[in-house]
């Protein structure tokens, strides 16, 4: 059991979670690949702390992680709604305002 | 020499859990992206956070992975929610494949990955800094986020009330002002009026 | 000084300038208006001279840095104006009675005439070199104007061009001097010039001295006289008597102590006394009745300049007022032969003078004058100069006197020509003819002998200048009070001697040497030694201007266009193109940043990722 094993798998859902960022067209699905990616981060987060300074400290980092999770989904889920409203879509596409 | 983790979480019983539960988690993720409806990918997701929170608990991190368990399933109850209002479908029974540049990001995110595990496996990762009796793991943390740590967690409340306020008003088609005039004073003009039936 | 005096003092020069100015621009055509005009500004001018002689007004105002535009009159230019004054009025008296080439534009003849009076009585009032300066320049402007006045003969113009050339080449002295003044320290009054500093006194006093001589036509200047011939007879009585020539010597005597008390006296001196000489021998030899007076005239003022020299302004002056009187006379009378038998030359004049008797007996007496026959006006104040010379020097006392007895050579070969007896003008040898220069009228008008009459009368009569009382009273007025009077013995002597030059010259035909002719060929010495030298000289300045410095410049010019050409290729091939370049890269950037901003979240996520990326693996690898 070492700790490179369990980077590796984090950075796996992190990857995996990544993908799903990067390709998915709806924004709830998204959103989901965002969870996978901090999922992995709070995996090698959780590691790292117990594997090299195991103080509480570190736990109520993840702690925060997650709350930032909460906080993120709620947001994201907000904007998803307003743009449904206003434009009656839920794809990334369509929302190109910032295109330069 | 390679850290090490507390006594309890040694022994190849944890690995194999570990190595079992890693990989529930790795793949119920890429079942998120691969599965045609989206209620199976949530149900995928919540399956992948539910397995990384498991091993968490059998790092010994009870707190942590009993929190992640609760949040993430809530969440998934959530996602699945705001599912069915925005496709305004069954979301189990219909096929979807909602992709734009599949390629490019299976390229990037493979990429990255290599990278990341080329890190990991080169990097110098320091010896365990001495081990914490996990034993008193959640009561120290308790005292920490009763003491030094309070500040921290008192702010992340309000925070999360903001947030939760200001989506809904984010979210929200129609606010008071809409209702009752720019200085709040006209009657109510809703589409539909509700009440009692006054 | 009362208001009205300095007033008076102004009026001196202005009444005539003024009218002068009034005349030459609008040069009325009517001779009657042109001539009454003339003739009334010169009489109120002399009218103001005798008031201003009485009263001696004199004043100043502010001209240039330090110094005043100051008029005085003395004693000395009470006489001068006096009769400068007088022999003007008398000269455009002479003109008014038919001289063919005023008659030509009369209002421009008396302007011109007025003008160069009121220089003339600037430059005698002058109390400082600059106000000098001014009237010296006018004057000489004036009498190139008049010498010239029949322009459309370029004969003409081109003598007047040389008189006044030669002339305001002396006049640089004058400059030379009033800088050197300035130098000196002791300010540009002519009062003062004498109290300057040792070393710039000798180079004012050699400049005035140049300029003084130039004027007065003495050697070796005395060429651009027998130029000036050419310009009507009442210019010449005016200019080659009474003024502009005079006004040369009058310089000399104006600054007494300057020249006495460097070299330059001596030698100014000198200079009059072998002027007086050589232009007698010169005079002598020339067989044109105004060129016999031009000689003559140098010769004269030779005696002035000799004064000058030796300090004697009373005999000097005396001189030059005795030799106005006589010689405008001559001068008139050659000018009344000229416009009745339309010739000078002294052949063609046998017997003239008894073919008007009047004007031959002022004839006599002017050249009985100026053969120095007692007891007229030129043989007094020649007797004066030479007592004033003989204190410096038997030498000098010799040579004066051999000019004297030249004087009456010259003056008794004139006389008789002219009072042979009368020949038909049938019989006339070939070289003798008549009108060979204009057209004869064969008659003498009543306005030119009027003139005639007065000067004979002062010809006659201003040898009263050196008896006493007159002789003192005028050395005192000239402040020269210490004038030696001529020994009994002298004036009888050379009265003698005047009688048998003039009686052997009558009846001896005299030598006449070519060079003597021809005025020493001092034109054509000057013409080789200073006029083509210049000539050359400007010539090759010229050249070197042109094909030197105009080359330079031009190359300059050219070479300039051709860097700024360059710099121009530079600037639009190299700069301009890397500002363009540098816009257009910039654009290009710009564009190119605005291609990652798609506004599609997940290539944001992609580009965030692997700049994070990039950015750990630097950290990584440089740390």
Same mark, same amino acid.
């Given at each position: 059991m070492t700790l490179q094993l369990v980077l590796v798998v984090a950075a796996a859902l992190f990857c995996v979670g990544l993908y799903g960022a990067l390709s998915q067209q709806v924004v709830v699905m998204v959103m989901m690949g965002l969870e996978l990616m901090l999922n992995g981060l709070v995996l090698a987060a959780a590691a790292i702390w117990l594997f090299l300074a195991p103080r509480p400290t570190g736990e109520v980092l993840l702690l925060v992680v997650l709350a930032v999770m909460t906080l993120e989904m709620a947001m994201g889920f907000a904007v998803a709604v307003l743009v449904h409203r206003r434009r009656g879509s839920d794809m990334t596409d369509m929302a190109g305002d910032l295109a330069g | 020499m390679p850290p090490s983790l507390p006594a309890r979480a040694r022994g190849s019983a944890v690995i194999v859990v570990f190595l079992l539960l890693a990989a529930v988690s790795v793949v119920t993720g890429a079942l998120v992206f691969v599965v045609d409806s989206m209620a199976r990918a949530t149900y995928a997701l919540a399956c992948s956070f539910v397995a990384v929170a498991l091993a968490l608990l059998t790092f010994g991190l009870t707190y942590l992975g009993v929190i992640t368990i609760l949040m993430m399933v809530m969440e998934m109850a959530i996602m699945a929610v705001f599912m069915i209002m925005f496709m305004g479908m069954n979301p189990a029974l219909m096929p979807m494949d909602m992709v734009h540049g599949k390629r490019a990001a299976l390229a990037v995110s493979v990429a990255l990955f290599a990278l990341l595990v080329v890190g990991i496996v080169v990097a110098p990762w320091p010896g365990a800094a001495g081990s914490a009796s996990t034993a008193s793991d959640i009561a120290a943390l308790g005292h920490t986020l009763m003491g030094s740590k309070m500040l921290v967690m008192m702010s992340v409340s309000p925070i999360m009330f903001a947030t939760i306020v200001g989506g809904v008003v984010l979210a929200s088609g129609r606010t008071r002002y809409d209702r009752f005039g720019d200085d709040l004073d006209h009657p109510a003009q809703d589409p539909t009026p509700g009440g009692v039936g006054r | 000084m009362s208001p009205h005096l300095s007033l008076l003092a102004w009026a001196l020069p202005v009444v005539p300038a003024v009218a002068g100015t009034a005349l030459a621009l609008t040069r009325p055509t009517s001779r009657r208006v042109a001539h009454g005009a003339t003739l009334s500004a010169a009489a109120v001018t002399l009218a103001l001279t005798i008031v201003a002689a009485a009263t001696r007004p004199s004043t100043s105002t502010p001209f240039l840095l330090g110094t005043d535009l100051g008029l005085r009159v003395d004693g000395l230019a009470a006489v001068v104006s006096v009769t400068v004054a007088a022999v003007a009025l008398l000269a455009l008296t002479f003109a008014a009675g038919g001289e063919r080439d005023v008659d030509q534009a009369p209002?421009?003849?008396? @302007?011109? !005439?007025?003008?160069?009076?009121?220089?003339?009585?600037?430059?005698?009032?002058?109390?400082?070199?600059?106000?000098?300066?001014?009237?010296?320049?006018? !004057?000489?402007?004036?009498?190139?104007?008049?010498?010239?006045? *029949?322009?459309?003969?370029?004969?003409?113009?081109?003598?007047?061009?040389?008189?006044?050339?030669?002339?305001?080449?002396?006049?640089?002295?004058?400059?030379?001097?009033?800088?050197? %003044?300035?130098? @000196?320290?002791?300010?540009?009054?002519?009062?003062?010039?004498?109290?300057?500093?040792? @070393?710039?006194?000798?180079?004012?006093?050699?400049?005035?001295?140049?300029?003084?001589?130039?004027?007065?036509?003495?050697?070796?200047?005395?060429?651009?006289?027998?130029?000036?011939?050419?310009?009507? *007879?009442?210019?010449?009585?005016?200019?080659?008597?009474?003024? !502009?020539?005079? !006004?040369?010597?009058?310089?000399?005597?104006?600054?007494?102590?300057?020249?006495t008390a460097t070299w330059v006296g001596p030698a100014v001196a000198w200079v009059g006394a072998v002027t007086a000489v050589v232009l007698g021998v010169v005079a002598i030899a020339q067989r044109d009745l105004k060129q016999v007076l031009a000689a003559s005239t140098a010769s004269q003022l030779g005696f002035v300049v000799l004064a000058a020299g030796v300090g004697g302004v009373t005999a000097g002056t005396t001189q030059l007022v005795a030799h106005a009187a006589t010689k405008?006379?001559?001068?008139?009378?050659?000018?009344?032969?000229? *416009? %009745?038998?339309?010739?000078?030359?002294?052949?063609?004049?046998?017997?003239?003078?008894?073919?008007?008797?009047?004007?031959?007996?002022?004839?006599?007496?002017?050249?009985?004058?100026?053969?120095?026959?007692?007891?007229?006006?030129?043989?007094?104040?020649?007797?004066?100069?030479?007592?004033?010379?003989?204190?410096?020097?038997?030498?000098?006392?010799?040579?004066?006197?051999?000019?004297a007895a030249l004087s009456a050579g010259y003056a008794g070969r004139v006389l008789a020509v002219v009072l042979a007896p009368l020949e038909s003008d049938a019989d006339r040898t070939a070289d003798a003819r008549l009108d060979t220069e204009e057209e004869g009228t064969r008659e003498v008008t009543t306005a030119m002998r009027v003139p005639m009459l007065v000067l004979g009368l002062g010809a006659a009569g201003l040898g009263v200048l050196v008896l006493p009382p007159v002789s003192s009273a005028l050395a005192s007025a000239v402040g020269d009070p210490r004038a030696p009077a001529p020994g009994l013995v002298e004036l009888l002597a050379s009265a003698a001697l005047a009688l048998v030059v003039l009686v052997v010259a009558w009846r001896v035909r005299l030598p006449e040497p070519a060079w003597a002719r021809d005025w020493l060929h001092l034109e054509d010495l000057m013409q080789r030694a200073v006029v083509e030298p210049t000539d050359r000289l400007a010539g090759s300045l010229a050249r070197f201007d042109d094909e030197v410095l105009s080359a330079a410049v031009a190359s300059t010019a050219?070479?300039?266009?051709?860097?700024?050409?360059?710099?121009?290729?530079?600037?639009g091939d190299v700069i301009d193109r890397a500002v363009k370049g540098l816009a257009h890269a910039v654009r290009r950037a710009g564009s190119l940043a605005r291609r990652p901003q798609t506004g599609q979240l997940h290539q944001y996520y992609a580009q965030s990722v692997a700049v994070l990326a990039v950015a750990a693996v630097l950290l990584v690898l440089v740390r």
């Open positions: - | - | 209002g421009r003849f008396g @302007g011109l !005439m007025l003008l160069f009076t009121a220089a003339v009585l600037i430059t005698v009032t002058a109390t400082t070199l600059p106000t000098l300066l001014l009237a010296w320049e006018v !004057m000489g402007a004036t009498s190139y104007a008049l010498i010239g006045f *029949s322009w459309r003969d370029p004969e003409r113009v081109s003598s007047g061009l040389v008189a006044f050339v030669t002339t305001r080449a002396a006049d640089l002295g004058l400059y030379v001097a009033a800088a050197a %003044a300035l130098a @000196g320290g002791h300010g540009l009054a002519l009062a003062d010039l004498a109290h300057a500093d040792p @070393g710039p006194r000798t180079v004012v006093a050699a400049g005035v001295a140049v300029a003084g001589l130039g004027k007065a036509a003495q050697l070796p200047f005395s060429f651009w006289l027998s130029r000036a011939m050419v310009g009507p *007879s009442p210019v010449s009585a005016l200019l080659h008597s009474a003024a !502009m020539v005079a !006004m040369g010597g009058y310089l000399l005597l104006r600054v007494p102590d300057l020249l405008a006379l001559l001068f008139l009378v050659a000018g009344a032969w000229l *416009s %009745a038998l339309g010739t000078k030359a002294l052949p063609a004049l046998r017997g003239a003078g008894r073919r008007w008797p009047l004007v031959g007996v002022v004839a006599t007496l002017g050249l009985l004058s100026l053969a120095g026959v007692a007891p007229l006006a030129l043989w007094a104040s020649k007797e004066a100069v030479l007592a004033s010379a003989v204190e410096h020097g038997t030498a000098l006392y010799a040579v004066g006197l051999l000019g050219r070479t300039t266009l051709r860097l700024s050409d360059l710099a121009a290729r530079f600037d």
